[in-house]
């Protein structure tokens, strides 16, 4: 891999590269910033403007929003006491009461401080993982493979939602989505019903687009009341001296691990790393009565953690193509378009695609910690934009994104269709991860069944013989009878 | 703003997912799908069949559970109902004038549109945000990336 390293920061700092970066981390950090926005929506629009790029452009792009975005939703947190994305949720706690004793400059340094070292972390996390999982998986059969994706799925569907009930209708559901249209095994067209259209199967990005914009469009018509413009609380960039930053260096690294951590485990995301490591630092900490007064530990231990899920949630979908959350699930939706398919064969036919993405990461974490250093201010400002203007602007770019895909209006249907139901599942608690990332990978748990089946001739039992496939069995099992 | 009973809900969630996995179900015993072993040893809707018959399942165990908690108070989150429709037919009728109609003559319209059913109170600014979104987008997309958009009538 590190013969691919300067040819890779060579191409990375080609002035389209560098410009792409430069506008994929103001969008990322505007779309984190902005309540009702956040990651997934940022990914989601972006995917259109990705089409005529090539594909280290498009990676670029894409990273650059993934991991700003995260930041940015520490903007709203700390300033308006609402946090811009889920992951800043336990930013809020500590973030808020620091702006309103008029410390919010200092609470956006160390916000963006703390994003950066957890961004870098999860990357070194990242190169050094990833390709050791994806060695470890070149030895997985079709029945291992089988277990896993069964396994990765449910462990989604149990740790993405509320109801575990729900989160597995939702895979099963994502599942037969993709079994509509021909079957690459046999080339039977399956529920098709007779259309044409149905029986080339459903694209990724309508989906998406449905599943996530337009049914945030619903949502927030639906329930949306009319608050006004939000109150700002201060804005503007100050770095907290050394010896307050060397009192929590502590706090910082475990933050990172344990984000690092939650993150390659499959669902669990950066809403769980922030928590779990809020409470670490809080019970750790020698003066755990300031926590939620004010602390910035409690800033650096969530916006650390969050960040440095990025890398880790990376891990699983790059070397083995199981994407563990609906960030990556759309980042791996979009990489396909452009014919980077993530999972072992990545590693081994396209290593220097591989390190320039751990490049690409790293010059997008860069780009965070300057722009969100120098914008602090501008940024601060976006957030007086109201809900109702940037809603109709999501649904521009969600209509002219599906259609920009492949100019089929059976797409911009698709769209529609998926986000009423998108809109009906959110309202019953139904997760939408699960559902994206069983379409994502329906295809392949299918594959490998099959394949499985003819291996063994058709006894299914012949797949509990591999202590692998066992063991994911039952740890499956486990989840279904939590 | 109204609101339902999570039970309720999940009782009616249930009954539909379950209809429409048995219809889906039993669509697979039709000829089409008949199993020829001359070209795939396993069955193309073997898969299907797992896959479905486990939403059914699931799905009877949501109707269970909403009728176990029928005693209880909790509620989906209330949503205005009138505005959800609203948005919807706006958004749909901007999309179908995207294709029918064009690019330039809906996108204005469709923007305005959707931000007043959404409640947005200022129409001029709404207005001059929905035309200069819409030119911002086409010089992004359509001038630089070179996607093409839909630009001339279709109707008749």
Wanted: with cysteine.
């Amino acid at each position: 891999m590190w013969e691919h390293v300067l040819p890779a920061l060579a191409s990375s700092f080609s002035i389209s590269i560098v410009l792409t970066i430069l506008i994929g981390t103001i969008a990322g950090i505007i779309v984190g910033a902005l309540p009702g926005l956040g990651t997934v929506l940022g990914l989601v629009m972006a995917i259109p403007f990705t089409i005529p790029m090539d594909s280290s452009m498009a990676i670029a792009l894409l990273l650059s929003i993934y991991v700003s975005s995260i930041y940015g939703g520490s903007i709203a947190a700390i300033l308006i006491n609402v946090p811009g994305t889920p992951q800043s949720a336990a930013s809020v706690f500590d973030g808020y009461p620091m702006a309103q004793r008029g410390d919010g400059a200092l609470a956006l340094g160390y916000a963006t401080i703390a994003s950066f070292v957890g961004g870098v972390f999860s990357l070194i996390v990242l190169i050094f993982a990833a390709p050791v999982l994806a060695r470890v998986s070149l030895e997985f059969g079709p029945i291992e493979t089988f277990a896993l994706l069964l396994f990765a799925l449910m462990t989604v569907a149990w740790v993405s939602g509320e109801e575990l009930l729900k989160g597995i209708i939702a895979a099963l559901i994502g599942i037969f989505l993709a079994m509509i249209g021909t079957d690459d095994m046999s080339g039977y067209s399956r529920f098709d019903f007779g259309n044409l259209f149905l029986s080339a199967g459903l694209t990724i990005i309508p989906l998406l687009i449905g599943f996530f914009a337009i049914s945030e469009i619903l949502f927030q018509a639906g329930t949306l009341k009319d608050v006004g413009a939000p109150s700002v609380k201060g804005g503007g960039f100050k770095v907290a001296p050394w010896k307050e930053w060397r009192k929590r260096i502590g706090v910082l690294l475990r933050s990172c691990t344990i984000g690092s951590f939650i993150g390659v485990l499959p669902g669990t995301g950066a809403t769980a790393a922030v928590f779990v490591s809020y409470a670490d630092a809080k019970r750790r900490a020698p003066n755990p009565e300031d926590f939620g007064k004010g602390e910035p530990s409690g800033l650096i231990a969530s916006e650390s953690a969050n960040n440095s899920v990025s890398g880790g949630a990376m891990v699983p979908m790059l070397s083995l193509g199981i994407p563990g959350d609906g960030s990556t699930a759309v980042m791996m939706g979009a990489l396909t378009l452009h014919a980077v398919i993530p999972g072992v064969r990545l590693f081994k036919d396209q290593p220097d695609l591989v390190t320039l993405i751990f490049v690409l990461l790293a010059i997008a974490n860069v780009f965070m910690l300057v722009i969100g250093a120098l914008g602090a201010n501008a940024f601060s400002r976006m957030l007086k934009l109201p809900i109702t203007l940037l809603m109709p602007l999501v649904l521009l770019m969600s209509l002219v994104g599906t259609f920009a895909i492949r100019a089929n209006p059976i797409d911009l249907i698709v769209a529609l269709v998926f986000g009423v139901i998108g809109f009906l599942a959110r309202l019953n608690r139904f997760p939408p991860a699960p559902i994206i990332i069983g379409f994502v990978l329906g295809k392949q748990l299918e594959f490998t069944f099959r394949q499985g089946l003819v291996f063994t001739d058709g006894n299914v039992l012949e797949f509990f013989e591999s202590p692998i496939a066992a063991v994911l069995f039952l740890l499956t099992g486990l989840i279904i009878l939590n | 703003m109204s609101s339902i009973r999570t039970s309720s809900a999940d009782i009616l969630y249930g009954l539909v997912i379950a209809t429409v996995a048995m219809a889906f179900f039993v669509h697979t015993f039709s000829d089409q799908y008949e199993f020829n072993p001359l070209i795939e040893s396993v069955s193309t809707v073997l898969f299907p069949r797992i896959i479905l018959g486990g939403i059914f399942v699931c799905a009877l165990g949501l109707i269970v559970k909403g009728y176990r908690n029928k005693s209880e108070e909790s509620r989906l989150q209330a949503v205005n109902y009138p505005k959800v429709i609203l948005v919807l037919v706006a958004a749909a009728a901007t999309a179908a004038g995207l294709w029918f109609i064009g690019y330039f003559y809906v996108m204005p319209i469709g923007v305005f549109a959707t931000g007043w059913a959404l409640g947005y109170p200022n129409r001029l600014i709404l207005a001059a945000t929905a035309i200069s979104a819409t030119i911002i987008v086409w010089a992004a997309l359509g001038y630089f990336a070179a996607v093409t958009f839909p630009t001339e009538f279709r109707l008749g």
